[in-house]
C-alpha cells in the first residue's frame, strides 16, 4: 500500500489550496479511516482532520471553519480543501489511511504547504 499526497504549494495569507492523496496498492481505502495531519518546523506532528468511511468528519480547532475534508471512494483518494490560509498553516502535510480492522497505518510522504504574507 503507498499514499501518494501532492498539491502543496506556496501561497499568500488569505488564498486557498487543495491537497490530494491516492492509495494504491492494495488498499481498502473505501472502509478505511483517513486523516491529514501537518508538521510545522520544529513542532510535533499534528492532527488536522478526520473522515470515516460514513463521510462523518472531524477537525481540529485550529482549521474548524476554514478546512474541509473529503474522499473519493471510486478513486482511493482523499482531499483537503484549504480556504483562509494562515501563516501558521505552513507545514508538511501528510495523509494517513487506517485499517481498523487490521490495526494497520499507512503514511504518505507529506506535501509542504508555505503561506507568506
Known amino acids: 500500500v503507498q499514499l501518494q499526497a501532492y498539491g502543496g504549494g506556496v501561497v499568500q495569507a488569505g488564498e486557498a489550496l487543495r491537497l490530494s492523496c491516492v492509495a494504491s496498492g492494495n488498499a481498502v481505502a473505501s472502509s478505511a479511516t483517513m486523516r491529514w495531519y501537518r508538521q510545522a518546523p520544529g513542532k510535533q506532528r499534528e492532527l488536522v482532520a478526520t473522515i470515516i468511511s460514513n463521510g462523518i468528519t472531524n477537525y481540529a480547532d485550529f482549521v474548524k471553519g476554514r478546512f474541509t475534508v473529503s474522499r473519493d471512494k471510486s478513486k482511493k483518494s482523499v482531499y483537503l480543501q484549504m480556504n483562509s490560509l494562515q501563516l501558521e498553516d505552513t507545514a508538511v502535510y501528510y495523509c494517513?489511511?487506517?485499517?481498523?480492522?487490521?490495526?494497520?497505518?499507512?503514511w504518505g510522504q507529506g506535501t509542504l504547504v508555505t503561506v507568506s504574507s
Open positions: 494517513n489511511m487506517y485499517e481498523y480492522w487490521a490495526g494497520r497505518n499507512y
